[in-house]
């Protein structure tokens, strides 16, 4: 089958590789209907040292069920399926608790932007999907494999509820469907950083009601001018790199939550008592547990009440998938669909 490898920053190529077969008897191969390119895909697309055997590249699909392993029992050929990010097996105490991504069995997918996929645990991540994989839902369906969830998490563990005000940093997908989310779940003021006018534009129809295109102090001394000196209830982060973790940290409120869903770039980041702990800010995210939050989500996406896949702006097959990461890469793109 036909398959996106990374190589090392900037080098990735489309190449064929071994079909993929179950292994295990909860395993279950995937035809791809769907996938795309994540913004974290970018984080090694710009740092990722070369390494001569090249590593399998995307995490998000839809797809098409065509071979099970004989212990699954809930699925079938034929079943159109949703993948969250990160595989689980569902059962475990933390599964049952709602933190897939920590399940001691789970792992991170790598090799979605591919023509199949193979699944572990297939039962306890593959979602079905009661629609045709041709559908026009597919895009805003292809989101619940972690972009809109990603937003959802955020919005969820930092608390944010009707009558509180949120601040978003990052104008990037997960950062537009954080706003989306803010407002899913009643958020009185929505203020969007992102200085790219044509995301924050649809930032202001996923619901913000401001937008504020200064960065670092400039930013930050904006968003206190917006709410009075005081700074919002909560903040969602969703771009990942130090300096975002910093206009967060100095745009909430007093008694505040920071809720970081952007792969952090850092190791450290300042949490002493004039940032963190005088202000009695809470600190919270982390990776989506996707699988427990699909469901939830999945009426809203198939009734059309919210249509999350906007965020997709450009389409590509397969073989041109080094281009959609080149888009991407120079802000040409907000988020590319691969369609095998």
Not at 211 to 222: K, L, Q, T
Not at 308 to 328: I, K, N, W
Request: hydrophobic letters at 40%; a negative charge.
């Amino acid at each position: 089958m036909r398959a996106a490898v990374m190589y090392g920053a900037g080098d990735v190529r489309v190449e064929t590789v071994a079909d993929p077969k179950p292994r295990e008897s909860t395993d279950a191969v995937v035809r791809v209907v769907s996938s795309c390119v994540c913004g974290s895909d970018l984080h090694l697309y710009r740092s990722m040292p070369a390494v001569p055997e090249g590593l399998p590249m995307g995490h998000e699909f839809i797809g098409v069920v065509e071979d099970t392993g004989w212990d699954v029992t809930g699925l079938k050929s034929g079943d159109l399926v949703v993948a969250p990010f990160s595989y689980a097996d569902n059962t475990c105490a933390l599964c049952r608790e709602g933190l897939h991504t920590s399940c001691p069995e789970g792992g991170i997918f790598s090799g979605a932007q591919a023509e199949a996929v193979l699944v572990p645990h297939a039962e306890g991540t593959l979602v079905r999907l009661p629609v045709e994989e041709d559908s026009a839902l597919l895009p805003s369906l292809l989101t619940l494999a972690d972009v809109y969830t990603t937003g959802h998490h955020a919005a969820v563990t930092a608390g944010v509820r009707p009558g509180k005000t949120t601040t978003v940093v990052g104008d990037g997908a997960v950062g537009l469907l954080a706003v989306l989310s803010a407002r899913r779940l009643g958020a009185e003021r929505i203020i969007l950083m992102g200085r790219h006018t044509d995301r924050t534009d649809l930032g202001r129809r996923f619901g913000a009601t401001d937008v504020v295109a200064e960065r670092g102090p400039e930013g930050i001394e904006r968003v206190r001018e917006l709410t009075g000196g005081e700074g919002t209830h909560t903040v969602l982060e969703a771009v990942g790199h130090l300096d975002a973790y910093e206009t967060a940290v100095g745009v909430v409120r007093a008694g505040g939550v920071v809720s970081r869903v952007g792969v952090p770039q850092y190791e450290q980041a300042p949490i002493g008592f004039s940032t963190v702990f005088g202000g009695n800010i809470t600190l919270t995210g982390g990776p989506t547990p996707v699988r427990s939050y699909i469901q939830e989500l999945l009426p809203d996406v198939l009734e059309g009440r919210v249509e999350p896949g906007l965020v997709f702006d450009r389409s590509v097959d397969l073989e041109r998938t080094p281009e959609g990461y080149r888009a991407m890469h120079a802000r040409e793109a907000l988020k590319v669909l691969v369609r095998p």
